[in-house]
């Protein structure tokens, strides 16, 4: 579960620097390069927080079985059991955002807050200099944005729908695909819960942060509609021909 492997990432971080994952992030990454991007948001913050929200109501018990048996699942699989405890913990982190305390939380791979031009600036200190700032060398790029997955065949029983596009990873990078077409070939990044993404093409130098408040993308569908227009825009005016449209 994601959470889980949060934990241990953030234990991880704590036992070689000494230090928390908010702490750590702030001192190595964000501090340097001037970002508004927190793990675990501090007091002084507070006012800027947005809040988020979700249009409609949350799935039914019904829904979800209905949706398991689209996929060839039910209920009592054990893959059925795993996607409902992610469901859970995703549900859990969501709310918990509603509060203070949830905020100030420091969880690894649920709990960045910031805007889109600091998931930009990060993007881009991938995969080139920022003020000075270079967070990965050119060939720890290559590597993370090697895929690791194609190969991957779908675990049984799992029947995944002609009109859905399996998720494809490098080295904890997304890597894009029909549904997550990012900057084409080449490019990387991750999709976050509800619709958020950030996404770097190391050949065209671009690198893109987007953020929302409304909850909306599960990414198990085409593409958010809303990254449609603006997507297409930057793949014109980059000159980028390889897209995944």
Same mark, same amino acid.
């Given at each position: 579960?994601?959470?889980?492997? /949060?934990?241990?990432?953030?234990? *991880?971080?704590?036992? *070689?620097? /000494?230090?928390a *994952?908010?702490?750590f992030?702030a +001192?190595e990454?964000?501090? &340097?390069? /001037?970002?508004?991007?927190?793990?675990?948001?501090? &007091?002084?913050?507070?006012?800027?927080?947005?809040? =988020?929200?979700?249009?409609? +109501?949350?799935?039914?018990?019904?829904e979800?079985?209905?949706?398991?048996?689209?996929?060839?699942? @039910?209920?009592?699989?054990?893959?059925a059991h795993?996607?409902l $405890?992610?469901?859970?913990? #995703?549900?859990?982190?969501?709310?918990?955002?509603?509060?203070? =305390? !949830?905020?100030?939380?420091?969880?690894?791979?649920?709990?960045?807050?910031?805007?889109?031009?600091?998931?930009?600036?990060?993007?881009a200190?991938?995969?080139?200099?920022?003020?000075?700032?270079?967070?990965?060398?050119?060939l720890?790029?290559?590597? $993370?944005?090697?895929?690791?997955t194609?190969?991957?065949?779908?675990? $049984?029983?799992?029947?995944?729908?002609?009109?859905?596009?399996p998720?494809?990873?490098?080295?904890g990078?997304?890597?894009?695909?029909? !549904?997550?077409?990012?900057?084409?070939?080449?490019s990387?990044?991750?999709? /976050? +819960?509800?619709?958020r #993404?950030?996404?770097?093409?190391?050949?065209?130098?671009? +690198?893109?942060?987007? @953020?929302?408040?409304?909850? @909306?993308?599960? !990414?198990? =569908? !085409?593409?958010?509609?809303?990254?449609? &227009?603006?997507?297409r825009?930057?793949?014109?005016?980059?000159?980028l021909?390889?897209?995944?449209?």
């Open positions: 579960h994601p959470l889980t492997y /949060g934990h241990l990432v953030g234990e *991880v971080v704590r036992r *070689v620097t /000494g230090a *994952v908010g702490s992030f +001192a990454v964000a501090g &340097p390069l /001037g970002l508004d991007l927190w793990i675990g948001l501090p &007091p002084h913050e507070e006012h800027r927080f947005v809040r =988020q929200h979700r249009p409609g +109501a949350a799935p039914t018990p019904e979800i079985t209905a949706a398991l048996h689209r996929v060839g699942l @039910t209920p009592d699989d054990r893959l795993s996607l $405890a992610s469901l859970a913990e #995703l549900a859990s982190v969501t709310g918990a955002f509603r509060s203070r =305390q !949830g905020r100030a939380a420091e969880i690894p791979t649920a709990g960045g807050i910031g805007n889109a031009r600091s998931v930009a600036r990060l993007y200190a991938l995969i080139g200099h920022v003020d000075g700032v270079r967070l990965l060398s050119p720890t790029v290559e590597r $993370a944005r090697a895929p690791c194609d190969h991957l065949p779908a675990p $049984a029983p799992l029947r995944r729908p002609a009109h859905t596009h998720a494809r990873f490098g080295l990078f997304e890597l894009p695909r029909p !549904g997550l077409p990012m900057l084409g070939e080449g990387f990044g991750h999709a /976050g +819960a509800g619709g #993404l950030g996404m770097a093409h190391p050949e065209s130098g671009l +690198a893109v942060g987007y @953020t929302c408040t409304e909850m @909306t993308w599960d !990414g198990s =569908q !085409g593409p958010d509609p809303r990254w449609i &227009p603006w997507t825009a930057i793949h014109r005016a980059a000159g021909t390889n897209g995944l449209w």
